[in-house]
């Protein structure tokens, strides 16, 4: 299977896990080892200038909330826009940071914007692809809109739309003749 990194991982309903119902992950990482991403569209009930008062003397006036990366501790990270800061990039024009002074630089700027996630979404080496073979996840490709979708509950829905756009128009635009059953 060729790299899920920058892809969007969508839980089917039937997912039997709590951690991931109605979960739209971002992966950040994926190969041979496992694979690492991010919950986009879990918020926790705290803000992130609540946090960063607590690990950090910067001040940080920020109201949004804190996502909740995935059922796995560790350490804050973020997704943002700003190259000055980036540490890697996941998609064009969206990159990762973890490294403390730089986000003290992402949380106390309006230029640029950011996500602070608490906890990551983790997998073991071929533990996803078993996962997406199964048919537990929809994959898609990610954009741009998706990781600062200010709609956390709208995401879900959005992205399985367009999950099934994806699946459907080949049918429709190779098969000119054809004839919807529900017309008879």
Same mark, same amino acid.
């Given at each position: 299977m060729d790299s899920l990194t920058g892809k969007l991982l969508i839980a089917i309903p039937e997912?039997?896990?709590?951690?991931?119902?109605? %979960?739209?992950?971002?992966? /950040? *990482?994926?190969?041979?080892? &496992?694979?690492? &991403?991010?919950? /986009?569209n879990?918020?926790?009930? $705290?803000?992130?200038?609540?946090?960063?008062?607590?690990?950090?003397?910067?001040?940080?006036?920020?109201?949004?909330l804190v996502q909740m990366g995935g059922p796995v501790e560790g350490p804050l990270m973020a997704l943002h826009t700003s190259l000055a800061v980036a540490e890697r990039q996941i998609l064009p024009g969206?990159?990762?940071? *973890?490294?403390?002074?730089?986000?003290?630089?992402? $949380?106390?700027?309006?230029?640029?914007?950011?996500?602070?996630? %608490? &906890?990551?979404?983790g997998w073991d080496s071929r533990q996803l692809e078993s996962?997406?073979?199964?048919? &537990?996840?929809?994959?898609?490709?990610?954009?741009f809109e998706h990781v600062f979708e200010s709609d956390d509950e709208k995401l879900w829905k959005v992205v399985c739309e367009h999950v099934g756009h994806d699946i459907m128009l080949p049918h429709f635009n190779h098969n000119r003749d054809f004839v919807d059953p529900g017309m008879n």
């Open positions: 997912l039997g896990d709590p951690n991931f119902y109605r %979960s739209v992950v971002l992966v /950040l *990482m994926h190969g041979a080892e &496992g694979a690492t &991403g991010v919950i /986009l879990r918020p926790s009930s $705290v803000t992130v200038a609540s946090v960063w008062n607590q690990v950090s003397d910067v001040d940080c006036e920020c109201e949004d969206v990159f990762l940071t *973890m490294h403390r002074d730089h986000m003290n630089q992402l $949380v106390s700027q309006e230029e640029h914007e950011f996500r602070i996630f %608490s &906890g990551y979404s996962e997406i073979e199964c048919g &537990g996840w929809l994959l898609c490709e990610a954009e």
